[in-house]
């Protein structure tokens, strides 16, 4: 009876114990509930619009907004951040520019353009209240233009700059691509793609089929096609083609849009915050030129991927993030420049 008794109390224990927990993880806001998505109003010369944001994590003093590249990629490929930032305690936002498939896509041209994207960036942190205590800011490839057009301007809002396998000159780009990058493909598939490109014969199959082993496997991401990381697959399968030719071109091999004359490289200078660049051994950028910008800005880093490509975050991944999150927490800690290599 006395043992029957005490495995009543022990039951008991459990279950107010059980129903403690369940109290104080109860979500009890009227609000509906979005899994800490916000669809953020944004403001243009033709009318207004909505971009989609998602916040994972909450850190008052560690915020990452994260600009992914194309123009006009996705959030998607960033997915791989929730295996490293999370556990880290760094808070950060997924964020589809507008444009882009989970946001908004107007098919008004005249929207394309770097410096309404720099607006719309500011908008969408005045929107998520971020702020130069704890506003961290990271673009990656096309993203690392905006970022650093975006830092040009509004610098004071910013708590660290993390510019990720971009270099801050187009035309240098496109130069490294045809001196150094081209001369490492097979001459006869050399001319095809350049014959092709001549022609502007771009939704020729045979373009991305020639692209794809020889440029995109060596350079955009080192795994075959076939076995890229889905997050990978699907923001190439997102990609709105229209903002990205205007933009872009019609490849990465190069660069050939609206951004072609692009060039930042002396107001580098100009850029206080503490910046990090990324490069890595097998870009579509080069590695070389992303050290030599950490030179220019007063507070650069540089962090080199020695097995990386363009997205480095995935086929050299620990060092990758390694180097980031150092970085990011080094500056929260108020240094201004950290040795990453």
Known sequence: MKQLSSIVILCLFFFSCQQKTEKLSENTSKEVQTGNIQMIPIETPVGKFKVWTKRVGDNPTMKVLLLHGGPACTHEYFECFENFFPQQNIEFYYYDQLGSYYSDQPTDTSLWQLDRFVEEVEQVRKALKLDKDNFYLLGHSWGGILAMQYALKYQSNLKGLIISDMMSSAPKYGKYAEDVLSKQMDKNILDTIRAI????????????????????????????????????KRTFKHLNSVIYTQMQGPSEFGIAGNLA???????????????????????????????????????????????????CMYDDQQTYFKGLIKFIKAVDKGEKKVELN
């Open 261 to 311: 004359s692009w060039d930042v490289s002396d107001l580098l200078k100009n850029i206080t915050t503490p910046t990090l660049t990324i490069g890595a051994k097998y870009d579509s950028m080069d590695p070389e030129f992303m050290k030599w910008m950490s030179t220019q800005f007063p507070n650069g880093s540089y962090l080199y991927c020695a097995n990386g490509s363009h997205m």
């Open 197 to 232: 490109e001549a022609a502007k014969d771009f939704t020729n199959p045979t373009y991305m089929r020639l692209l794809t082993p020889h440029f995109y496997e060596q350079h955009i991401c080192r795994f075959p096609a076939d076995e890229w990381p889905d997050p990978v």
